[in-house]
């Protein structure tokens, strides 16, 4: 399992999910803060490209052996990607939380909501 | 019992072992327990494969010793208990006069006259004050031990030569008992365990719990948590109270008509003899995901039950559980769908045990 890092170039939802900008799209994933939390991810069952995603709402879930939770969308839009190699690897996602172990990316509906997000000091100190 | 939210959990006499192994201490039955050390499926494959050490000093100790101990504990246990030979360990229930059950146990004969029964951490004063009320016209003694044991549970197909390598003389066979030294202590082992694998558990005084644990783990036990003893256990179709039976299921239709010997008489013999006589609307099963998902307690099972355990199987890679289901529909090779959380996944009803372990 992987050291206990939030880097300096994402932003992050106070319910441990983090969002990495690109133009009007948005990657997102959990913080190495929730994989820990939760222990080794056994199963993530990805929403359908397509779906939207509300900000604060939950939009999938991850599942350790021991169990489950549920995933908030720190932005909101609609699913343009998944990550369907989690299929077969979901430990990637305590493994690379912030690299390989990404959930979705999504076309943003509305930019202005990430002004809302915490940077990583912030989130960090949210954690202390 | 008191709220756990307002009353300070109850730490083992391990619990700066635990701290300092790194693990995850959650509350668990009014005790501050280990879930996990380095995580559960190490952990559940290292029981698999070679040992596993699990601190279980939460679970209560009751002595039953006296002229008439056989005659009293026949009358409250499910099982034959006048046919436990001294040095045997017996399953049994302990059964309302409806038949309900008020706990699963593991009795121990030390003596003819002297027992030793562990319970359920969460049940333990439920189970002595029945007890004790039952106790009335027997000549016999019903005593709280829970405070003069710790316990450790050592499993898997290398626990028992890892164990015996500690000890002055040879380890009990499976379901018997005895006192040896192992790590320099006085200790009651005992040829039990709740994995599906060969091993032992040990009793011991609490203060000798640090020399029990750091000689097991310096042998090479992996230290384990109470996720993984709960993995292991549904694996292998082992009932967890509370989740799988309580006071409103009899032992018939929660697959453990097995352990009751109705002629025996004891409290609840009627009840059980009805229902084992007339069936059971519903009945216990074991099944596996087919495909994705993961079963929780609490999922409705399509067309009539309900889950009452359910996790993802390190051994078999998917979703396992257990849960009732209406009779007719209760055979292995059933298909049944659950309701997991909106998602109707697709499983197949299976015979019990759901994985074959090599031992005991």
């Known amino acids: ?128 | 019992m008191p709220s756990t939210a307002e009353t300070a959990l109850r730490r083992t006499s391990l619990y700066e072992r635990h701290a300092a192994a790194g693990a995850k201490l959650v509350p668990f039955a009014g005790w501050e327990m280990p879930v996990q050390y380095t995580g559960i499926r190490d952990e559940h494959l290292a029981v698999r494969r070679h040992a596993g050490v699990f601190d279980v000093s939460h679970m209560g100790e009751v002595q039953t010793r006296g002229p008439q101990a056989t005659a009293f504990l026949q009358r409250v246990l499910s099982n034959e208990v006048r046919r436990l030979p001294e040095g045997g360990a017996q399953y049994s229930l302990l059964c309302r006069e409806d038949g309900g059950i008020i706990d699963d146990l593991f009795t121990y004969r030390l003596a003819d006259c002297e027992f030793l029964t562990v319970t359920n951490a969460a049940n333990h004063q439920k189970d002595l004050a029945w007890m004790q009320e039952q106790a009335a016209g027997f000549d016999v003694d019903v005593i709280d031990r829970a405070a003069e044991f710790g316990m450790l549970a050592v499993q898997g197909p290398a626990a028992r030569e890892l164990a015996g390598g500690l000890a002055d003389g040879p380890l009990p066979p499976r379901m018997h008992c005895c006192q040896r030294d192992l790590a320099g202590v006085p200790v009651l082992v005992c040829g039990t365990g709740y994995t599906g694998e060969d091993g032992v558990e040990l009793l011991f005084d609490p203060e000798h719990a640090p020399a029990v644990w750091d000689a097991l783990v310096q042998a090479g036990a992996t230290p384990c948590g109470l996720g993984a003893r709960d993995t292991l256990r549904l694996e292998v179709c082992f009932h967890l109270y509370g989740n799988d039976m309580d006071e409103r299921r009899n032992p018939i239709e929660a697959g453990l008509g097995w352990c009751c010997k109705e002629q025996t008489g004891f409290i609840g013999a009627d009840a059980v003899a009805a229902a084992r006589a007339a069936g059971t609307p519903e009945k216990l099963v074991a099944f596996a995901i087919e495909g994705p998902g993961i079963p929780r307690p609490g999922n409705p099972i399509l067309g009539g039950g309900i889950v009452t355990s359910g996790t993802f199987s390190p051994c078999l890679e998917c979703g396992i559980g257990m849960g009732y289901v209406p009779s007719e529909r209760a055979t292995p090779g059933t298909g049944i769908e659950i309701d997991v959380r909106g998602t109707a996944r697709a499983a197949v009803i299976k015979a019990k045990p759901l994985y074959q372990t090599k031992g005991p």
């Open chain 1, 1 to 128: 399992m992987s050291d206990a890092s939030y880097p300096d170039d994402l932003l992050y939802h106070p319910e441990h999910d983090w969002a990495r900008l690109k133009d009007a799209d948005a990657t997102f994933g959990i913080t190495w803060f929730a994989q820990d939390a939760l222990g080794e991810v056994v199963f993530f069952d990805p929403p359908p490209v397509g779906t939207t995603v509300t900000k604060d709402e939950p939009y999938t879930e991850v599942e350790s052996v021991k169990a489950v939770s549920d995933v908030v969308a720190p932005l909101s839009g609609e699913i343009i990607e998944v990550n369907t190699a989690l299929a077969d690897k979901p430990e990637t996602i305590n493994d690379e939380p912030y690299g390989e172990g990404w959930l979705v990316k999504v076309k943003l509906s509305d930019p202005e909501e990430a002004s809302s997000l915490l940077d990583a000091a912030a989130y960090k100190a949210s954690l202390a």
